[in-house]
């Protein structure tokens, strides 16, 4: 799995899906129009977009085997020679899954990383949820690990034992495609800030991750699943800064109410602007960890003040 260097905050329209897909790189969207051809062709039209999600996941959209299709082609990697050639059989390799899965796109995906045999297996089970993929993936496990090809590297998978393929494809997938319908009320009027809402780090007093002093942490943070994940306003409001702060690194400020602002912090970039209206579940920054930060994740503040005030966002998210 390779994360691109160059990442789009714009977001680019897929001319065909109901989703668009975001924060692909550039070597991605430069087979835009090839993917868009050949889905029509194996009759995936409205797949595109999600298409292109999977190559910017599987490669970046960087070498010969974009698509990272030889093994579903010929059963090992390095049979394939163009990108034209990985594109058309990860396209031809897809319409299957998705067909086999009967519709279910997001067990198709996952059935793209870890094999046609997961199809059956989840459809017997009521269809693709990640507890089933982390089953079935602790499942095979069992039968390959004395091949010693397979390591628990994801700490998800070491912790749940779930160490064939990767438990964490259709996030990652996702995370490149906005179908609009991605965000959750979660609680009042506020919709989730990031994909999955994975409390790394709760309010109120703690130790400092870098100087090990105790401090009090004004906000919650959120894992997120690379450094290209989208980062959502929770609620309506507008942009009351976007910028760099000390300790935050790049931070967005909204306002919702005349007490009420959020922050969102150590961003990788933030994709809007002061003075700028934002709606609920609306992209505005793209996780990263700038400023006093250990590894991507989101920094969330709740405050009654645009510079203070900080309450606990669990109350408010119905956390
Ligand atoms: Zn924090």
Known sequence: MIIADSVFNTKTPDSIGEGIVTN?????????????????????????????????QESGGRGNDPMQSSESLCGSIGCIQ???????????????TLKKAEGDVKLAVQSYNFGL?????????????KEVAIE????????????GN???????????????GDIGYVDAVFSYYDYGGSTVVIGGNFVSPVDGMNMTSDFGTRYHPITGEQHSHKGID??????????????????????????????VILQHAPDLFTAYAHSSSNSVKQGQNVK????????????????PHLHLEFRTEQYGGFQDPKSYLGL
């Open 24 to 56: 692909v790189s550039a070597e991605v969207l430069q087979y835009q129009g090839l993917v868009e051809s050949l889905a029509k062709e194996y009759d995936v039209a409205e797949y595109s977009g999600i298409i292109l999600a999977m190559m910017m």
């Open 82 to 96: 163009t990108p034209e050639e990985s594109i058309e059989q990860g396209v031809k390799y897809f319409a299957e």
């Open 117 to 129: 045999g997961f199809i059956p297996y989840a459809l017997e089970r009521g269809g693709y949820s």
């Open 136 to 147: 079935f993936s602790r499942m095979q496990y069992q039968k390959v690990k004395h091949t």
């Open 150 to 164: 397979y390591s628990c590297i994801r700490p998800e998978s070491a912790e749940t034992g779930a160490c064939y």
């Open 222 to 251: 959120f894992a997120c699943i690379n450094h290209v994940t989208p980062i959502n306003a929770v609620a309506d409001g507008s942009v009351v800064f976007s910028g760099v702060q000390n300790g935050y690194g790049n931070i």
């Open 280 to 295: 609920a579940g609306q992209q505005i920054a793209v996780c990263g960890s700038t400023g006093d930060s250990t590894g």
